[in-house]
């Protein structure tokens, strides 16, 4: 069965981290650019980071940079995203995005809430 799975969500307080997991399933990541995107009650989704299949080059949304890394780890078919210093409005469901050619896969989310 071809999925990707996020893990890694949960409640911490501002400015702690959370280390969250995009692992696929079916297929592997290698040449797949990989994006992590988080909606929020009554906001509009938003795009947080990406990273390249070929070459692993990272991108940022400036909502994040700085403290947010994206990274890759082709032997255990995983990218993840270390999310430091996180802030109430961090909070949001979080997905992860998988796209190579004319493949597009969708994770089912893990929750992040930044709350004291």
């Known amino acids: 069965q071809v999925q990707l799975v996020e893990s890694g969500g949960g409640l911490v307080q501002p400015g702690g981290s959370l280390r969250l997991s995009c692992s696929a399933s079916?297929?592997?990541?290698?040449?797949?650019?990989i994006g992590w995107f988080r909606q929020a009650p009554g906001k509009d989704g938003e795009g947080v980071s990406c990273i390249s299949g070929i070459g692993s080059s990272a991108y940022y949304a400036d909502s994040v940079k700085g403290r947010f890394t994206i990274s890759r780890d082709n032997s255990k078919n995983t990218v993840s995203l270390q999310m430091n210093s996180l802030k109430p409005e961090d909070t949001a469901v979080y997905f992860c995005?998988?796209?190579?050619?004319?493949?597009?896969?969708w994770g089912q989310g893990t929750p992040v809430t930044v709350s004291s």
């Open positions: 079916g297929f592997t990541l290698d040449y797949y650019a």
């Open positions: 995005n998988g796209r190579f050619s004319t493949r597009n896969y």
